[in-house]
């Protein structure tokens, strides 16, 4: 039920993606585990490439055990080729946004307009709509400064509710999707994946 993205060598990323999303896990060491089999094929198959592999980054999401250890709860972690040789990864915490540029962004993270926006912007919104748009906003961006991203877009939702677990995912060109956003019938094209 995981979604994944990353940023660094595709040959790596696009494949532990597949693997992450087909994978049925029930604990954080069997990520760290595929993330480094996926790796040494990788780096078995396309030597040429182990010095890429020192910056691709892999953020992923997971349902975990909340930090009071009384529930479960959606969190994003954190994978390097580092990392997963130190056997640990990060978790982010919640509430909190984690870009991963393409590996050709020269820019700032910081100096993202979507991300220096006043509170008070598109206050109206709903908090799963502005989270949306500064995700479409800030790939838009990224994307216009990278040669190796694509403006295609794909967002990965999880939804938690009293039936199960649902994944959806959001996909198309980042202007159309943010055209969509802006007349407010984003959610018309949220495409369900999966139900757990």
């Not at 540029?101 to 006043?118: H, Q, R, V, Y």
């Not at 943010?178 to 495409?191: F, Q």
Request: with cysteine; proline share 2%.
């Amino acid at each position: 039920m995981a979604w994944a993205a990353g940023s660094g060598l595709y040959n790596f990323v696009y494949p532990f993606n597949e693997k992450l999303s087909n994978a049925e896990i029930s604990h954080t060491d069997q990520i760290i585990k595929l993330f480094k089999e996926t790796m040494n094929i990788t780096l078995n198959d396309y030597p040429q490439y182990s010095e890429r592999m020192e910056t691709t980054e892999v953020g992923f999401s997971y349902i975990g055990v909340n930090a009071e250890q009384t529930g479960y709860e959606f969190q994003i972690g954190l994978l390097t080729k580092q990392s997963v040789e130190n056997g640990t990864m990060a978790i982010l915490p919640l509430d909190n946004l984690k870009i991963i540029a393409p590996e050709d962004f020269k820019g700032k993270i910081s100096n993202l307009k979507a991300l220096n926006k006043t509170e008070d912007s598109n206050s109206e919104e709903d908090h799963f709509t502005r989270t949306i748009r500064v995700f479409l906003e800030v790939f838009d961006e990224l994307s216009m400064d990278s040669t190796k991203a694509s403006r295609e877009c794909d967002i990965g939702i999880h939804v938690g509710l009293e039936d199960g677990v649902y994944k959806f995912k959001l996909s198309g060109h980042v202007t159309d999707l943010l055209d969509k956003l802006n007349k407010d019938v984003i959610t018309d094209y949220l495409e369900l994946v999966k139900k757990r």
